[in-house]
């Protein structure tokens, strides 16, 4: 071998050079644990560098000469890529044969210890021929030659070829075997199995760019089988415990197997296979055993196991239409509660409780909503079931068995009065809060909003005209709640009741400025004040409901003056004296009693106590022709002071030919005592004039609806009217076709549209 002056063999010698670089290559491949002297290295480098370089090194080449050798120097570089390939075929049969004698864990550790020693012998050898790399790979990859490789690249294709691919079988089986001893709970070396993951991803080369891989080679080879074997072994597993263990222990068992398998991912396979392998899992251990998840369902939901269902929710989640059936369940369930809750606190009751009705209602939508909060993450569609269950049994239970959807709205309001008047239970502000809210949580299901509006409207009047609101801050903050809820046309004549309420303070407090500087101080013993209220913004009838009553001489100048006051303040406008809306404080010394009384009474019983400062007794005729107090009102006035021993009877019952004493014995050990107590008949009557009043304004709001969307649309097919006009209303209340239908035909006549076809209308301008 041609030795050249520094040692190393001369540029020109191919035997030579290669027979260096051979041995210095298999010291590497085999023995690079022992190290390698730098000098050998550069040795190595400078070999390499030479002899792909050493053609170029003569001047006196002609043109033609330097093209050939420059074509010869593209031959050696070849030579010595060719000659590195061939001993690491060479090299590879060699572990290949070694490898035939382990199998499972054994061959395992002998891959992954000859994988680690192979490739970073490789990245050695790359590094000692970057300059081949980098000019004669590079000029070949190029011109378009893509099977020639650099050699760390060349190195791996030689790897798969030669040894990967014929102990690829044995390899993939003991991965596996392992991978089922882990999941059989036995202890296991995952740095193998990462190692033998990592090998299958550097296998997988890109043909047009050495320097990128992709996953074939890891998804045909590993992931494909390794999926596979997962279905099997689950698949197998589920059916053995599921035939020995309750639903709950198997849902259990799921979940655990999916946190392992989501845990494997991060120990030692590919990001990539994490999708897939969920997938496989999924439908062995739920989809496959779906239906007998979701028959456990409803027994998790009478006991209420929360932990269980939320696990149930978790795991069906995953898997394509799981949830459906719960959440249909959900829904029958949560509106069979709420009928049951109310038909518990309703059942043998003449008079329901309002309180004790919103509770019940509350309570049901509480517990659900806290289940579905907690168990299932709050999932819309979960929110959804409540919800229609709760609209359900809200409108339709056994409190609204003969008065329809209308039987909620009407006893929420009558809670919330119970609420903001003086006098409720529910003292604390953070309290009423709380209650508050409640309100609107059930008035969000009511159907019949305008019912709700009517009522709370009428009893708002009263609280507000009889002083009776707890809080103006609470009323306001309602009203409040209100408007968000419906916006400001719904609590409109609400707000201006309150804006009437001031402007009448305004009022009273002039009108009693003037009367001091105009009359003598004893011409005003009287304490009197009145409310001026519109007309078309309070739910007040200016009929006196208890007949045209005859005042009193004691009030009557006082009456007087407040009118002759006002008419002169606001000439056209109309003063009416609604009588059932008025109070009285009267004074009582006709008894034994030194401090008197102080009774708090209605104007009717007022003008009744009024007569009894000219004489002990009178006939019921008497009474009833000196007050003009029409019979019901003036039997319920006198019923409530025959029972409170204010006045005695000489009759059983009373009424017409008896004679009413003032009972000068009477006797209480209260002060002050309200007699002004509301009549059974009144407030049965207020309740069906409310009922009118709902009507009444349904079918004003149905028919400016229907004119609306026809004077936008000017011709419109018959079922496209009716669903625009139910979309339109229904945030008020839930009308019914044949409503609307009757609303349409009355259209009709009064000439506002006309049939233009069949089943089509069109617009009248």
Request: proline letters at 2%; charged letters at 25%.
């Amino acid at each position: 071998m041609p030795i050249a002056n520094n040692g190393l063999p001369k540029a020109d010698d191919l035997k030579g050079s290669w027979a260096f670089l051979e041995e210095g290559v298999d010291h590497i491949m085999n023995r690079l644990d022992e190290g390698l002297s730098s000098a050998k290295y550069v040795n190595m480098y400078t070999v390499v560098y030479n002899f792909c370089t050493h053609n170029k090194l003569s001047q006196s080449m002609s043109l033609h000469e330097s093209s050939s050798g420059q074509r010869g120097a593209h031959l050696m570089g070849a030579e010595l890529h060719k000659r590195l390939s061939e001993y690491l075929i060479k090299h590879l049969a060699g572990i290949c044969n070694e490898s035939k004698q382990y199998s499972d864990e054994t061959l395992l550790k002998f891959y992954t210890k000859q994988w680690a020693k192979y490739t970073f012998a490789a990245s050695f050898l790359n590094n000692i021929f970057k300059y081949l790399n980098r000019h004669w790979v590079k000029r070949e990859r190029d011109e378009g030659r893509n099977q020639v490789h650099d050699i760390y690249t060349l190195a791996l294709v030689s790897w798969k070829l030669h040894l990967f691919n014929h102990i690829q079988e044995n390899l993939i089986s003991a991965v596996l075997k392992f991978v089922e001893k882990q999941r059989n709970g036995e202890s296991i070396e995952t740095t193998l199995i990462k190692s033998v993951v990592e090998s299958y991803v550097s296998l997988g080369l890109d043909e047009n760019d050495s320097t990128k891989n992709n996953l074939d080679v890891y998804r045909d080879s590993f992931e494909a089988p390794f999926l596979d074997r997962t279905k099997e072994y689950y698949q197998a597993e589920a059916e053995k415990f599921i035939s020995e263990n309750s639903v709950v222990d198997y849902m259990r068992k799921v979940e655990a197997r999916l946190n392992e398998e989501e845990s494997r991912v991060v120990m030692y396979l590919h990001p990539s296979t994490r999708k897939g392998l969920m997938q496989a899992s999924e439908s062995v251990l739920i989809a496959a055993k779906a239906e007998l998840l979701q028959e456990e369902f409803q027994p998790l939901l009478d006991s209420d196991k929360r932990d269980d269902l939320s696990r149930m929710y978790n795991l069906l989640n995953r898997v394509k239409a799981g949830l459906d059936p719960l959440r249909i369940r959900l829904e029958t369930h949560v509106r069979r509660a709420g009928l049951h809750s109310v038909e518990k606190v309703a059942s043998g009751q003449e008079a329901l409780d309002p309180q004790t009705y919103v509770f019940a209602l509350l309570d049901v939508h509480t517990h659900y909503n806290d289940l579905v909060v907690k168990c299932f993450r709050n999932d819309p569609d979960f929110v959804k079931s409540l919800d229609n269950a709760c609209k359900e049994f809200v409108n339709r239970n056994k409190a609204s068995e003969g008065r329809g959807s209308k039987a909620s709205p009407q006893l929420l309001a009558q809670y919330c009065d119970s609420l903001l008047k003086k006098g409720a239970k529910v003292v604390e502000e953070n309290d009423l809060e709380k209650h508050l809210q409640g309100v609107m949580t059930v008035f969000k299901y009511i159907e019949d909003k305008d019912v709700f509006q009517t009522f709370y409207q009428k009893l708002l009047a009263k609280r507000l005209v009889k002083f009776l609101s707890a809080s103006d801050d609470a009323e306001a903050g309602m009203l409040l709640k209100l408007k968000e809820a419906c916006g400001v046309d719904y609590t409109n004549k609400l707000q201006r009741m309150f804006t009437d309420m001031t402007l009448s303070k305004e009022t009273m407090d002039a009108f009693r400025t003037q009367m001091q500087q105009t009359h003598d101080a004893s011409e005003l013993s009287t304490d009197f004040s009145a409310l001026t209220l519109g007309n078309g913004y309070w739910p007040f009838s200016t009929v006196s409901s208890g007949g045209n009553l005859i005042i009193p001489p004691e009030v009557i100048k006082d009456l007087e003056r407040f009118q002759s006051y006002y008419d002169n303040k606001h000439s056209g406008r109309k003063l009416s004296w609604l009588w059932q809306m008025s109070t009285a404080e009267v004074k009582v010394n006709f008894t034994k009693v030194k401090t008197g009384y102080l009774w708090t009474v209605s104007t009717w019983q007022m003008a009744i106590l009024l007569m009894f400062n000219k004489a002990t007794s009178y006939t019921y005729e008497e009474i009833a022709e000196t007050t003009a107090i029409d019979k019901d009102q003036l039997d319920g006035s006198l019923s409530i002071f025959l029972r409170g021993r204010v006045l005695t009877c000489d009759t059983e019952s009373g009424g017409p030919g008896s004679t009413y004493e003032l009972n000068q014995d009477y006797k209480s050990k209260k002060i002050r005592q309200n007699f002004n107590q509301p009549i059974k008949s009144e407030q049965k009557q207020e309740t069906e004039e409310a009922h009118k009043t709902v009507e009444a304004d349904r079918k004003l709001l149905m028919q400016s609806a229907i004119v609306r969307i026809m004077k936008s649309r000017k011709t419109l097919k018959h079922q496209e009217l009716i669903t625009e006009t139910i979309s339109q209303i229904s945030s008020r209340f839930k009308p019914s076709i044949q409503d609307i239908k009757k609303t349409i035909d009355a259209l009709i006549e009064g000439d506002y549209l006309e049939r233009a076809g069949k089943e089509t209308y069109s617009y009248m301008a």
